[in-house]
Each structure stands twice: as structure tokens, then as C-alpha cells.
């Protein structure tokens, strides 16, 4: 699998340009080299510098020799070996052996290399080692953990670009690995955003989670009931828009009004709500309400639920929110001295958004002597159209 991100960074400080030597594979050769040997780890008498610091043991860095950053003489491990994250194959690196330069590189999986680094596999695969191939001349060497660094974007042009002191044959071979390096970096970044959009689209995002409740939920003492009168609609039509009650946002009391069964005038206490749904929306407004069938206007959409709180209580939770850095509100007031708060407690209401050019309106109704808030169309909503209110 790949790796999802690179977490070394870049500092200024001098980069290691120790001269190339007749020792070293990366010299000018006219034939491939082949380091089937283990490479020169570092410890604490010969340091290994890096992007961050100097690579330790990325299993456990405590249990290891930290080795010592050249600016300061203090002793560090680099970011990924303290954050535990190992190289991959075909990952892009700069490799340091022994003494000399870092490198740019590529891992290899054994397979893609010669002969002579496949029949030492078995010698250093067990150890945590793996081959890479060094870009600019066809030589590869075994590593491990502690000898590489991931690159990064820019690095060439970062701190171990530097063409140093190096002889002029020299720095052309590096700027050439430079280049080479700089490609296989683009191609590797391609692939692992392929797989990376991939496991997205596999992903089912869900909004933030919250309790699903049907009635309001007091965290404070309830306010005495109010009186609900009778209407005077006709038993034989039952309460339709023309109830005296439904235009005083008054739901009539189901034991007291005269049409008995035949009232329409109750869709909050018997929660008669529009089909909708919430969804994810575009542009980065996160959450929505949208409607799965067609909303006449002065239709219920959805009551809005959640917990009841005094005035106090939401300025406190508002100054909460605020210094916690949340972005989304939920506050809807039910009266002078209550608020509605769905963010941890609601139903489908809380994902209703805000809007300049809102199709829904919110009202306070009187039902059965509480004071409960409703969403209602205001204009036509088709199926499948976002559902808002000012």
C-alpha cells in the first residue's frame, strides 16, 4: 500500500559534501556497480545527517544511538523515525552510505535488481534491509531504515542539492541524479495519488456524530403550559388552512376539538414531516437537508429539535465553541428566555443550512401548551432540491 504522506521538512543547514572516493559506488564507473554488502550504519562515532535530523531506528527510537545534528551538536532523531513511518518500495530517498554524500535513490523491490543483490536477499532481507538503486549510475547497494530520508517537493533545490566542493565530473553526476530523481518523483507522486483516490472513493463520509432524539430535550425546568383554545371548525370538514387555531400557529388539542378525528391541524404532535434527507454538498458548505419528493408550500418540512437551554447557557456554549474553534451552530431561539441547541442532540432539522433566497421558513407553535419550532415551505420544492431557511 502507499504511504499517504511525507513528513520530513527542510532546514538551511550545510549539507554533508564530503568528496567521493574510489570507495564509493557512486563514482563515475564505466560498468554497474553492485554493493551486495551491507552499508556502513551510523552511530554515534561516525553521524548520519538528514533533512530533520539524523535517521535512528524507526522502531524504536529510544532503544537506539541518537546521533548528533551538525548545526547545533545536539542530539536528534529525524521526524520519521520518531513518528514510526518506514520506506516502501519504489519509494523516492536520499540515501547516505558511509561516510559520503546523500544520494538520491529509489527502492527496489529485490526482484528488479541483478543477480548478486537477489542472492544476498536472505541475508539481509530479515534484518529490515532492502536494495535501492542509486539514480545517475547503475549501482545498487542494501540499506535500511537508518541510512535513508524520504524527498520531498523541492528537494532539489533543497539542502542536500547542494553541488559542495565536489570535482566538476562530480557535480555533473549529481545534478543528472538530481534531474533523474526529480521525474521518478513525479511519476511516484502520480501513482500514490491514484491509490490515494481510490480508498477515497470507497469512503462513505458520515456527518459529525450526535444524538438522534424526537422531542425536545429540557436541560433547564419546563415553562408552564399555555391555554389552548377551541376552534370552531365544522365536525363534518374537519380543520383544514382555514382553522382558526392553525393561523394563530395554535395545533388544536386533540380531547377538546370539535372535528374530532377529522382534525388536520396537528402535524408537529404527530410529526406529518416532508421526506427528505441529509447529503453531503458542494463547495465545502459540509452538510445539508435535501428533499426526496416534491414540498408544496406551507408544508411541514421537519419540527426543529434539540436540547432546550436558558439564554445563559447558549452565550456560555457559544464562547465554548467559539475558543474550540468549531464552525457550525445550531442555536435557534424558542423564546425570550429559551434556546434550541441541536448540535449534540437533534433530528434531521439541524442539517437544514441558512440562505439568502430560503425556500422554508421557521414558526413557533403553540402544541398542546409548548412552545416548539417548526421548518415550513414557503415556495415549491422539488424532489432532490436543498432545503434552507433565513
Known amino acids: 500500500t502507499a504511504s499517504t504522506t511525507d513528513t520530513a521538512t527542510t532546514t538551511d543547514t550545510a549539507a554533508d559534501v564530503t568528496p567521493l572516493t574510489d570507495a564509493n559506488p557512486l563514482m563515475d564507473t564505466d560498468t554497474p556497480t553492485v554493493m551486495a ?11 548520519t545527517a538528514s533533512r530533520v535530523g539524523v535517521a535512528g531506528s524507526a522502531a524504536s527510537p529510544a532503544g537506539s544511538t541518537p546521533a548528533s545534528d551538525p548545526s547545533t551538536d545536539e542530539k536528534w532523531y529525524c521526524h520519521d523515525c520518531v513518528g514510526g513511518t518506514k520506506p516502501i518500495v519504489h519509494d523516492i530517498v536520499w540515501a547516505k552510505l558511509g561516510v559520503h554524500r546523500f544520494w538520491p535513490a529509489q527502492i527496489k523491490h529485490v526482484d528488479e535488481c541483478p543477480d548478486v543483490i537477489q542472492n544476498k536477499a536472505d541475508e539481509f532481507s530479515f534484518t529490515g534491509s532492502f536494495p535501492i538503486k542509486f539514480f545517475g549510475e547503475d549501482t545498487y547497494a542494501w540499506m535500511d531504515n537508518s541510512s535513508v530520508v524520504p524527498w520531498v517537493e523541492g528537494d532539489d533545490k533543497g539542502r542536500f542539492a547542494s553541488n559542495g566542493s565536489s570535482s566538476k565530473k562530480q557535480r555533473e553526476q549529481f545534478k543528472a541524479a538530481i534531474a533523474a530523481a526529480v521525474e521518478a518523483y513525479a511519476i511516484r507522486s502520480a501513482e500514490r495519488k491514484a491509490v490515494l483516490d481510490l480508498i477515497r472513493g470507497r469512503v462513505k463520509e458520515t456527518p459529525t456524530a450526535f444524538h438522534r432524539i424526537r422531542a425536545n430535550a429540557y436541560l433547564c425546568p419546563k415553562p408552564p403550559r399555555l391555554e389552548v ?63 426526496l419528493d416534491d414540498i ?32 457550525s451552530f445550531y442555536m435557534l431561539s424558542l423564546d425570550r428566555d429559551l434556546v434550541i441547541d441541536a448540535r449534540l442532540k437533534a433530528n434531521m432539522a439541524r442539517f437544514a443550512n441558512h440562505s439568502c433566497d430560503p425556500n422554508c421558513v421557521t414558526q413557533r407553535w403553540n402544541v398542546n401548551g409548548e412552545m416548539r419550532v417548526g421548518i415550513f415551505a414557503i415556495k415549491p420544492i422539488s424532489k432532490g432540491e436543498e432545503i434552507t431557511f433565513d
Not at 37 to 47: Q, R, Y
Not at 270 to 282: C, V
Not at 296 to 315: K, Q
Open 37 to 47: 554488502t551491507p552499508v556502513d550504519t551510523p552511530t554515534a562515532a561516525e553521524p
Open 229 to 291: 383554545p377551541e376552534c370552531d371548525c365544522d365536525p363534518e370538514t374537519g380543520c383544514d388552512e382555514n382553522c382558526y387555531n392553525r393561523i394563530c400557529y395554535v395545533e388544536c388539542n386533540p380531547k377538546t376539538c370539535p372535528t374530532g378525528v377529522r382534525c388536520q391541524n396537528n402535524r408537529m404532535r404527530t410529526r406529518k414531516y416532508a421526506n427528505a434527507r441529509e447529503f453531503k454538498t458542494e463547495n465545502n458548505r459540509g452538510w445539508g437537508l435535501a428533499a
Open 296 to 327: 408544496a408550500p406551507h408544508d411541514l418540512v421537519v419540527e426543529y429539535v434539540g436540547e432546550i437551554i436558558t439564554a445563559s447557557d447558549c452565550v456560555s456554549r457559544l464562547k465554548q465553541q467559539e475558543k474550540a474553534g468549531t464552525e
